[in-house]
């Protein structure tokens, strides 16, 4: 009798399946931006394309993202007359295997005595793509500056020459301030990676400058404070140390030395619709691969594609990172630093 039962209830499951096809609908090709502008820089544009979630991935995949076909990329801005100031970008190719970047060409002969990116000015980017016409605007800040940056060992790193950037802040009472924190080590070495027979060292510095944070002043307004800037991860917050100069011992027996790291510290200030997409671009980073986490999109500043257009109010900060050092002085990045 339970064999029969048992039987008679397999073949009601059977009899209950039905192929099911879902008819999703195609994602719409749309232009993907990353653009920014900041004094004494020209603005650039990196152009993409969105992809659908269930879209395959091949060989050709990141190649085709790239956007090379656009009519017109160009920013403008009025100045105190109402008068329009208008730049053309151009494409900049750096490598074949990186996006091209759309720029103003005029700064590579005048790099010296460029004027068209000042800060408290709003700037107008307006792109010609496929029969489309998509727009932005944003606003540059005025800079502020840190107190002070310096280097101290770190206190939760399991190796002794894990080392911590510091700073104090002074956040100005009589404006809204919103912060974002970026940084790359310009110098980095470990051991020859290529060839682990040699006991020597090659440099590896960050490329390109990596997000820390970026939030709004609304709990600190009017406060002086310290605080710390991690070195980002791949993946999720940022939690990392830096390495100040040590010692290590190689296969032969030799000790290879190993030169400190020196990092880019770059301290913004950004309005608040720019703000609004970094911000959920750290949330996004922080809850990676987290399954409990709560799916969010990307607020965009981007009128008829996606991504952001971004006017920063940007000090730059060199350390080197030898335990003890202050540095109070701000300092003018190369432009390969920067894009």
């Known amino acids: 009798m339970k064999y029969y039962l048992i039987c008679l209830f397999s073949l009601m499951l059977i009899s209950c399946q ?103 000015r709003t700037y107008y980017l307006e792109i010609k793509w496929n029969n489309q016409i998509i727009t932005a605007e944003t606003f540059i800040p005025k800079p502020t500056l840190l107190d002070c940056l310096w280097v101290e060992q770190s206190e939760i790193a399991d190796k002794d020459y894990k080392s911590d950037i510091r700073a104090i802040y002074s956040d100005p ?25 040699l006991c020597d060292t090659i440099n590896y510095p960050d490329f390109p400058l990596k997000l820390v944070d970026a939030g709004s002043d609304i709990l600190i307004n009017g406060e002086s404070f310290e605080t710390y800037f991690p070195r980002p991860k ?19 027996g030799s000790i290879l030395e190993i030169k400190e790291d020196i990092v880019l510290i770059k301290f913004c200030q950004i309005d608040e619709p720019s703000m609004r997409f970094w911000r959920g671009l750290v949330r996004q980073a922080g809850t990676n691969g987290n399954p409990f986490a709560e799916p969010m999109n990307l607020v965009s500043n981007i009128n008829g594609g996606l991504g952001i257009w971004t006017g920063y109010g940007a000090s730059y900060y060199k350390v080197p990172i030898i335990n003890g050092t202050t540095i109070i002085d701000t300092i003018q990045p190369k432009i390969i630093d920067i894009f």
């Open 18 to 120: 039905k192929e099911i096809t879902l008819d999703l609908a195609q994602s719409e090709s749309k232009l993907v931006v990353e653009g920014a502008i900041e004094p004494g820089y020209p603005p650039y544009v990196i152009l993409t394309k969105n992809q659908g979630y269930f879209d395959p991935i091949d060989i050709n995949t990141y190649n085709n993202l790239f956007v090379k076909d656009v009519d017109t990329v160009k920013v403008w801005y009025y100045n105190d007359y109402g008068e329009k100031k208008t730049k053309y970008l151009e494409e900049f190719e750096v490598l074949d295997s990186l996006p091209p970047i759309y720029t103003d060409l005029d700064y590579m002969t005048n790099s010296t005595n460029y004027q068209f990116s000042k800060a408290e």
């Open 173 to 197: 009472a009589d404006q809204q301030n919103n912060v974002l924190i970026k940084s790359k080590r310009i110098q980095h070495y470990e051991r020859n990676r290529k060839d682990t027979l």
């Open 234 to 252: 791949e993946n999720g917050f940022p939690t990392g140390a830096y390495n100040s100069s040590h010692e290590k011992e190689c296969d032969n």
